[in-house]
């Protein structure tokens, strides 16, 4: 769910304040992480808890999956760009 923390980060943050301090470390050299978020949906996403899944699930659905989602593809052009 870095996605989450992606969008919690751009929301308390002018978007040029986040993009200056997010840095993006893929987890594994093979993993093509601008892909990957540019392809983002919410609603593939899971947690390790089923609970915590549903709690941010409620959450991102008050703001509108497509707005997270449109949200996590523009800010991924941005890092990657």
């Keep these: 769910w870095c996605a989450w923390e992606l969008f919690v980060l751009f929301s308390f943050a002018a978007n040029s304040d986040g993009l ?6 893929p987890l594994h050299a093979d993993v093509d ?9 919410a609603r593939q996403a899971r947690c390790f808890d089923p609970n915590e899944q549903a709690r941010l699930m409620h959450v991102i659905e008050a703001v509108g999956i ?7 593809h523009t800010w991924a052009a941005k890092f990657c760009a």
């Design 20 to 25: 200056d301090k997010a840095v993006l470390l």
């Design 33 to 41: 992480v601008q892909t990957m978020l540019l392809g983002f949906d």
């Design 66 to 72: 497509q707005e997270f989602n449109r949200c996590i």
